[in-house]
């Protein structure tokens, strides 16, 4: 099953784009056609965030895996795919904040201003103060919660790698258990509101299922091959089947990042789907995108420019959602031609396999 051709820049794209879609359509309040509608609406069950996850878990693992000794390497190789055009988000996020609000809030806020700069360089980019409430839907970027979430990943890997190696294919599931065990205490004992539970959901564990089965596919990718490898139709008609009686007949489940079990099935049966494409038609990414991959930028960029068409009131129509759209995928287009690609140049082993999650 590991090979190339495969399409993981497309299924980072559209994880990406799914995002976004479903973002503009919330905060710019649009009303669409009853066609557009229904599209957008079923897109909430391809979620990007656990589609990108699963990725990472597989991708990363088989980065790490290829170059186990090499801990320099993968670190500055991980630091490069993220931080250079995070840098560049966060400057333009702070040139916009500065049009928009005026240096005044920064200035009756010295403190607060330097914990969100600092929290924005490191790995706290989920943390917004109260003065930054007051612009767009309240907070600057806050699609950027996910990024601490893909850091403590890329931490964890080499533990994991280590453990593999000694406990065989044995630690994978433990993995899938504690982080259903952690998920399972977390909403059982923890107050939704509460600090505790906030802190936990921008935490990896929740979501180390996604980033599991991702890397359950690299660990049995010989044995689960016949299963996963041009089956992609295969996996798409049982998901669609199971969304369709389990979500619209019986309404077991809500579609979320932290579901219920029902929900948590269905991410699950979503990562089999998501595998399944990357080595089915294995040539459609390489013909549509090449080796350009502007996700990363769309992911980052996307909701500044949503804050952006908010504080100017741009809402509420359909030209403003598609103009949103059209400045997004520009942002990350740009993004990624002028600061992420020469970045990636600095690496050893520049290797189209050797990616992370966020449309990286």
């Not at 601490?148 to 280590?162: A, K, M, R, S, T």
């Not at 923890?190 to 180390?208: C, D």
């Amino acid at each position: 099953m590991l090979s190339k051709p495969n399409n993981f820049h497309l299924i980072r794209l559209f994880a990406a784009t799914q995002v976004v879609l479903l973002h503009a359509r919330y905060h710019l309040a649009i009303g669409l056609p009853q066609g557009w509608e229904i599209s957008i609406d079923f897109l909430k069950h391809f979620s990007g965030v656990p589609i990108f996850f699963t990725v990472s878990g597989f991708l990363i693992l088989w980065s790490f895996d290829r170059q186990p000794s090499q801990w320099l390497i993968y670190v500055r190789n991980r630091l490069l795919r993220i931080f250079p055009g995070l840098y560049v988000c966060l400057l333009v996020t702070i040139l916009v904040l500065l049009y928009f609000l005026g240096t005044e809030p920064f200035q009756q806020n010295p403190l607060g201003s330097v914990i969100w700069m600092v929290g924005q360089l490191t790995l706290f980019q989920f943390y917004t103060p109260t003065f930054l409430h007051d612009f767009g839907v309240g907070v600057p970027n806050g699609a950027l919660w996910t990024i601490p979430i893909e850091l403590q990943f890329y931490v964890l890997v080499p533990f994991i790698w280590y453990a593999w190696q000694r406990w065989k294919r044995w630690v994978i599931w433990v993995i899938l258990g504690v982080s259903v065990l952690f998920y399972s205490l977390l909403n059982t004992f923890s107050l939704p509101n509460s600090m505790l539970h906030q802190l936990a959901k921008v935490s990896v564990f929740p979501y180390l299922y996604n980033f599991g089965f991702g890397m359950l596919f690299y660990v049995y990718n010989r044995q689960l091959s016949p299963w996963i490898k041009d089956q992609f139709l295969v996996w798409l008609g049982i998901y669609v089947l199971y969304i369709g009686v389990f979500f619209y007949t019986f309404g077991f489940y809500i579609p979320s990042y932290t579901p219920n079990a029902w929900g948590m099935v269905a991410n699950i049966l979503l990562s089999c789907v998501t595998i399944s494409f990357a080595f089915s038609f294995r040539a459609l990414s390489t013909r549509l995108l090449g080796e350009e991959d502007i996700s990363y930028g769309i992911y980052i960029y996307h909701m500044i420019i949503i804050n952006i068409f908010v504080e100017l009131g741009l809402v509420k129509q359909v030209q403003f959602y598609l103009a949103a759209l059209l400045c997004t995928f520009l942002a990350g287009l740009i993004s990624w031609k002028w600061f992420e690609k020469p970045a990636l140049r600095l690496k050893n082993h520049i290797n189209p396999q050797d990616v992370d999650t966020l449309g990286s």
